[in-house]
Structure formats: C-alpha cells, structure tokens
C-alpha cells in the first residue's frame, strides 16, 4: 500500500498543526457530507484508505471491488482538485507495499505521525466499522466526533422519534409518515396524490406471455485510465475472489451517476412500476434504474432521484403507478431498513429466530445449477454483480429460506457478491425481509412461497427440467418440495403470524395425509442433499 501525497501536500503539512483529520470511508463519496461543508484546507486534511480487510471480511466480488475502489480514487481527485489535503492509501499489484491490512491498523499509524487535534468522521454504514474506529482513536487519545449522516432524508432522531412508543411498525406506516413529512406525491389536502397510498396492484404484473420486447438498454461508462488501473490491480492481487470484473461499466463519479438518473427518468421509469417485479431470460436490468449502487456509495442523493422522477410525471414521461412505485422503494423502504439497522445494532445480527444453520450452497458462488431461476439470478450475480430485487428475495433468498440456510451466513454472501451492498442495508434486507431471522421486525411474515410464484413472474420455468406444476416425483420442483417442508418444519413458530393462516390451513390439509407428508420429508432431505454436498 502506499500513500499519494504529491511533494507540495507534503511539504505544507509539516509547517503546521494539523487541526481535524477527516475520514472519509468508502461508502462517504458525498461531495455535500457535513464533515467536508467546514473543512478548511490550510488547517484540515482528509484521510481515505483501500485495505485488505475491507475487501476479505466477506469474500468480495471483483467487480464491487472495482467499484469501490474505482469510486474513492475518483472522489479523491474531486477532493485534490478542490484544494484539499488528502492522505490517501493505495492498494496496490505488490502487497509488500500495504502499511496495515485494516481500516484501524492504518489509520492509527497515520495519527501517530499526523497527530491531529480532532477526527471528524460520519457515522459508517457498518457498526462493525464504527466500533473498530472508536476504539483506534480512544489507544492514542484522539478525540472523534462522529456526525449524522445527511445523504439520508430521515435522521437517526427522526426515525427514533415514529419508533419510539410502538410496539410493532411497518414499513407502509413509515412510508405515509415519510410522505407527509417530505409533501412526496401529496397533493395540497396533505391526502396521497391519485387518492391512493399504494400503487401495488397496477406494479405487480406478471410477465406477460409472449414476455417484454424493446426494452431500453441501461449505458455503460467505459473504464478510464483510474478504473483500468483499478481493474488489473484487482485481477492480479484478488483472483481467487467469485465473479468477473471483464464488463465493468458502473458509474464511478457523480457525473456518471447523474448521466444514468437522467437516461433513467427518460427511457425506462414509464414501465417500470408495472414490471418491476417480472423476470426474464437473458434481461439482467430491464426497466429497472441500477442506481442503487451510486446511491449506497453517495455518489448521488435520494433526493436528487426522487425529485428527476416527480418531475418525469409531471412531464408527462411516467405514469404514476410507476412513479409511486420507485418513491416506495427509495423514500420508503430504503430509509425504513437504514432505521432499522440503527435502532436494532448490534444485537440484530446474532438474530436467528428459526434456527437455520446450513451453509450458502456451492452453486450461489459459481451458479452451476440445474435450476434454471437460480441460474439465470445467479449469471447476472457473476457477471454484473447485481440482480434485481425480485431475484434477490423470491429465487436467491428464497431458495436459502426454504432450504434452511444461516441467515447470518447468507447476509455475508449477498454483502460480497453484490455491487451495492453495504452493511446498513444489507443486514435488515437479509436477514429481516428475506430470511425471517428477525422474527418479524422488518416484515409480518416470511416471504416464502412455491415454484408456482416464480413461473408466473417469469419465463425461467419453461426452460426447466423441472415442473413447478409437480410436487413429488423427479420432475418437481425442489422449491414445491422444500416450500412444502418449510411449512411443516416452521408451523408453531408461523402460526404467531395471522397472514400465514391461509398457507399453513393449505399445508394441515395437504398432510392430513401422514404417508403424503412423510413422503414429502423423504423428498426434502433429498433435495438438500442433492444441493448442499
């Protein structure tokens, strides 16, 4: 690793004091953040740092490396070409160079030689992160203050003030809130825009049957001599590490990031609430905006996306249905999981409330599988680092649900294996939505279901050996098989649930016949066999 200061940088920093050493993390590429506003660059410096902890406390695919560290070494130029001082450590092809190998290590070396009066830091999407900074600063004695993070439109104080009081909370009670609290698709009665709350009905539909045709390509952005660089360092010193960096194209600076809001709002928010939830052969992105990773990494602000897409509809460029649809999952559920990661760490993570402990199947790092729906999810994983959050929950997660996998283990996968994934959104969407960890913290019921969801939300079916119409036999499919052994296994806890009255009544009456459910068992254990050996 070695530090990039030029000679002048250097020369200025040793005539004074440093007062405030302001860390910027990799996921703090905001050009806004509070910690920069009153940074004074005759007084003040910046500290960003690439460290193999960092890209190995979960096995990292390549291309969320690129991203990052594509991403930072960019905004490092933006901060260098604003005036400011910044000590920036590079990972580089030789490790014989790297000064630490934690964000911690590296740091306390460098206020030690430093010695500022004060570090400024703002609050990390990691608690991990958070805690190991604290302690590195309390062994030499450096004050830190750590300041709220305004990239977010709910405050740790606002979130606490809806929580505070209520026994259970949902994320559609959190969403009106954040509606009427931000004037987002209201209308001058302070009542829901259109007259309705929500739009989910018209944003539900199925792949319709001759599937989606013309659908508008996302851009790319071709890697310029900062992300080339990046990328043969990757290959060389991660190439064990699971996916490919070969087709990296994501946006890496704000500029970017912006190019495909706009491209965004233009060609692809119309049909975006109405298929949002469909799955394709061969179709990686859809209509979906591939924005989140911009967002997480704060290259981009919420409210920045949230005002281009009312401003389409009141264009007349998108239907409100889909308009409806985006601000539920950005003003919503994206602010609702980042209060939950804070109002529930650090006991939230230890959480197992259906004590699953199979590991992550083989086939989630390479994708070689029969299974056509975990295939086609699992290429899109392995070549893009991405999939879209019904391929996410109902193929991925679903599978490692049903099958029993540990929800802990299957947030650490889906923290490496995805370009956008942070710990403060990673943690509750694993965990609470998709695996049920939390015993209904996030979600009021597990989100499980049979291969019969998959085959009406996509094609992927009729490629498949594998009939979702069949519940036993070779030909079944294992997400019937398992769906089915997943009620039985879980019934005392679900019943606790009211909504999964409807699927646990199906299953009693299923096996009221003990030698069907007997069978079914029998089918279950071979299916985990077959996938987890």
Known sequence: MNTDLDKKQVKTR???TMRNLILILGDQLDSQATVLSDLDPSKDQAWMAEVMEEAEHVWSHKTRLVLFFSAMRHFREHLLNRGITVNYHKLTIDPVMDRGSSLSQVLGKDLRKLKPRKIILTLPGDFRVLKALQEEA?????????MQDTHFMCSSQVFSGFARGRKLFRQEDFYRFMRRRTGMLMDEQNRPAGGRWNYDQDNRKSLPRKGLRDIPGTPGFSPDRITKGVISMVKSRFTPHPGSCRDFDLPVTREQ???????????????FGTFQDVMQTEEKFLFHSRLSSSLNLKLIHPR??????LNAHDKGLAQLNSVEGYVRQVLGWREYIRGIYWWHMPGYQKLNFLNHELPVPGF??????????????????????????????MVLGLFALLSGVHPHGFHQWHMGMYCDAVDWVSLPNTMGMSQYAD?????SKPYCASGKYIQRMSNYCQQCFYEPEHTAGSTACPFNILYWDFLDRHSEK????????????NMRRRFQDRHLRQKNRIAAREVLTRYFN
């Not at 920045?304 to 897409?309: G, I, W």
């Not at 989630?364 to 070549?383: H, I, K, P, Q, Y």
């Not at 015993?439 to 979600?443: A, F, K, L, N, Q």
């Open 494 to 505: 679900l019943k606790t649930s009211w909504q999964m009255n409807l699927q646990l009544g």
């Open 257 to 271: 990031a912006l190019k495909l809001l706009e491209d965004f709002t233009r060609k692809r928010l119309n049909d």
């Open 439 to 443: 015993g209904g913290i996030v979600g």
């Open 138 to 146: 309390g062994k030499t004695g450096t004050p830190l203050e750590v």
């Open 364 to 393: 989630f790092w390479d994708g070689n599988t029969d299974m056509v729906c975990v295939r086609e999810a699992m290429d899109g994983v392995l070549s893009h680092a991405y999939a879209h959050h019904i391929q996410r929950l």
């Open 304 to 309: 920045e996306c949230l005002e281009a897409v």
């Open 14 to 16: 040793t005539k004074q």
